[in-house]
């Protein structure tokens, strides 16, 4: 990964559609998307620490509701046909090795929290999580992690899509740049979501 210069993470305030919606805790969960060492540890120090140090406060919010953490992870050392068109555009991917694809230490799940492996940009291709979800009646989806104008845009479309909510945590997200990940948060207000921040968020379990 070539290394992401550092920027300060935007207090984004929502102004769409989805303002009306309220995070509710009786059937919400959060997504911890793809924080492994090999993403995170692609940011400049003073980025890094405040994207983990978010990430960690927005877990332990979860964890203090009885909200259910879930995780993503991609695999690394992905065959072609399971990484498909990601190598047209990303190249063969990560090495299948405990430096890159371990969750940060700090905010890695408990052993009752589950990980699903990633495939593609969305959360939700080729794995269990949306049935996780359905299980247990879940239709409040908050998600953190990288990246903005990635895998967080694609998972917040097919949460949109599939009727659950999707909450996505403007100061517990990071991306390539400050452009990028405020367009990514633009985006989701406008079409699919609702951006909040950690205040607003420990706000919700009140």
């Known amino acids: ?24 805790p009786q059937n919400a969960a959060l997504l911890v998307h793809d924080m492994q060492d090999y993403f995170v540890n692609a940011f400049e120090p003073p980025l890094r620490t405040a994207l983990v140090d978010g990430v960690a406060r927005s877990i332990r919010w979860a964890r203090q509701a009885k909200i259910p953490v879930m995780y993503t992870a991609q695999p690394g050392s992905m065959s072609p046909d399971e990484r498909g068109l990601l190598s047209d555009f ?13 969750i940060v230490d700090r905010i890695r799940p408990d052993d009752s929290e589950p990980v699903f492996t990633k495939w593609r940009y969305s959360a939700f291709v080729g794995n269990g999580l949306e049935w996780a979800l359905r299980r247990q009646g879940i239709h409040n989806l908050v998600i953190a ?15 949109f899509n599939k009727d659950i909510r999707p909450f996505v945590l403007s100061d517990c997200v990071g991306d390539f740049d400050a452009n990028g990940h405020t367009a990514a948060l633009d985006y989701v207000a406008r079409y699919s979501g609702r951006v909040i921040n950690l205040n607003e968020l420990s706000a919700s379990a009140n």
Request: aromatic content about 10%; cysteine-free.
């Open 1 to 24: 990964m070539q290394p992401i210069p550092a920027y300060e993470l935007p207090q984004f305030r929502s102004g769409g559609p989805g303002d009306r919606w309220q995070v509710e």
């Open 90 to 102: 990303w190249g063969t991917g990560m090495a299948r090795r405990a430096s890159n694809i371990s």
């Open 145 to 159: 992690g990288v990246y903005a104008s990635v895998g967080i845009l694609a998972t917040a479309l097919d949460a």
